[in-house]
């Protein structure tokens, strides 16, 4: 038997930008073959280049991903795509969007129950500018509450538009034990979303809270030497760290910085554009990134 396809659950309330995360990760998968559970087409923006195929409750990519419709049943529609996969094409990870007043926690426990499955972990996003005050709704505050303590990591959103982020951050640790990244837009390193439940959680699929995450912002160009030294010289409990980089020696050019495990890897993107100031964000046990130095 083959080894278990990682599956992963991205939830959330309603609005809160589970799709433009979902958008994000098929325009970046980055050679990872994605197979995406969807309710609704509709709301996928799909850049029409990357459609390779259109074929009723599928849309399959040109970077070898494939979007499914779920149509009465999550679990009938779950079951004909991992059978559809053996029969042809094998894919990296399975990724389902819940809906908006879905517990994701339940739906993640069907990797409990199907061996062809690993729970890889549960994603929240959260909207930064209104979570505490539907929290406090007394008609949808038990989903939303629900929906936070579920989550392996919470995916804090519309960063933007909130007021006191320290205090709302305080708030989100006291909801859940889940480690929380900050985004605008869904704008975050994708690879920080997967290996959740191998690296975070416990044996029964509830978070242990080991993770922390860290992130630095430098508006000005950043000594090449310098952030490279620090990334080199991490413990070894930093587990990942993917950034957008200005470096100084070349102001004009996009640099990506790809750190995992021991592996560090630089690459030149192209022009700098109009993108904001450099970014880098670090995942890996809280002790340690509790030592790392703010830039």
Same mark, same amino acid.
């Given at each position: 038997?083959?080894?278990?396809?990682?599956?992963?659950?991205?939830?959330? =309330?309603?609005?809160?930008?589970?799709?433009?995360? /979902?958008?994000?990760?098929?325009?970046?998968?980055?050679? *990872?073959?994605?197979?995406?559970?969807?309710?609704?087409?509709?709301?996928?923006?799909?850049?029409?280049?990357?459609?390779?195929?259109?074929?009723?409750?599928?849309?399959?990519?040109?970077?070898?991903? %494939?979007?499914?419709?779920?149509?009465?049943?999550?679990?009938?529609?779950?079951?004909?795509?991992?059978?559809?996969?053996?029969?042809?094409?094998? =894919?990296?990870?399975?990724?389902?969007?819940?809906?908006?007043?879905?517990?994701?926690?339940?739906?993640?426990? %069907?990797?409990?129950?199907?061996?062809?499955?690993?729970?890889?972990?549960?994603?929240?996003?959260?909207?930064? @500018?209104?979570?505490?005050?539907?929290?406090?709704? *007394?008609?949808?505050?038990?989903?939303? +509450?629900?929906?936070? $303590?579920?989550?392996?990591? +919470?995916?804090?959103?519309?960063?933007?538009?909130?007021?006191? /982020?320290?205090?709302?951050?305080?708030?989100?640790?006291?909801?859940?034990?889940?480690?929380?990244?900050?985004?605008?837009?869904?704008?975050?390193?994708?690879?920080?979303?997967?290996?959740?439940?191998?690296?975070?959680?416990?044996?029964?699929?509830?978070?242990?809270?080991?993770?922390?995450?860290?992130?630095?912002?430098?508006?000005?160009?950043?000594?090449?030497?310098?952030? /490279? @030294?620090?990334?080199?010289?991490?413990?070894?409990?930093?587990?990942?760290? $993917?950034?957008?980089?200005?470096?100084?020696?070349?102001?004009?050019?996009?640099?990506?910085?790809?750190?995992?495990?021991? *592996?560090?890897?630089?690459?030149?993107?192209?022009?700098?554009?109009?993108?904001?100031?450099?970014? +880098?964000?670090? +995942?890996?046990? $809280?002790?340690?990134?509790?030592?790392?130095? *703010?830039?």
């Amino acid at each position: 038997m083959s080894e278990p396809i990682p599956f992963t659950v991205i939830g959330g =309330f309603l609005g809160v930008g589970k799709t433009t995360l /979902l958008n994000r990760l098929l325009r970046g998968a980055e050679g *990872r073959r994605f197979a995406v559970l969807v309710n609704d087409f509709g709301a996928l923006d799909i850049d029409g280049g990357l459609v390779a195929a259109h074929g009723g409750d599928t849309i399959a990519l040109a970077n070898g991903c %494939l979007c499914c419709t779920i149509g009465d049943s999550l679990v009938t529609t779950l079951l004909g795509l991992l059978e559809r996969q053996e029969q042809r094409e094998r =894919f990296d990870h399975i990724v389902v969007e819940a809906s908006g007043v879905a517990d994701p926690g339940r739906i993640a426990d %069907l990797a409990v129950l199907e061996p062809r499955l690993a729970r890889d972990g549960v994603i929240v996003v959260v909207d930064a @500018a209104q979570v505490r005050e539907r929290a406090a709704d *007394r008609r949808v505050g038990d989903t939303i +509450l629900r929906q936070l $303590k579920a989550a392996d990591l +919470l995916v804090l959103n519309k960063t933007d538009l909130a007021g006191d /982020l320290p205090a709302l951050r305080d708030w989100l640790s006291a909801q859940s034990m889940a480690p929380i990244l900050e985004a605008r837009h869904g704008d975050l390193p994708l690879d920080l979303l997967f290996g959740l439940d191998r690296t975070g959680a416990s044996g029964d699929g509830s978070t242990v809270g080991a993770f922390a995450s860290w992130s630095y912002q430098w508006p000005e160009p950043v000594e090449r030497a310098d952030l /490279l @030294a620090m990334l080199h010289e991490a413990p070894g409990e930093v587990l990942r760290a $993917k950034g957008i980089v200005r470096f100084a020696d070349a102001p004009d050019r996009r640099a990506v910085v790809h750190l995992v495990g021991r *592996r560090l890897d630089v690459s030149d993107e192209g022009p700098w554009g109009d993108t904001a100031g450099s970014r +880098l964000v670090m +995942l890996g046990l $809280k002790p340690v990134l509790g030592l790392l130095p *703010r830039e």
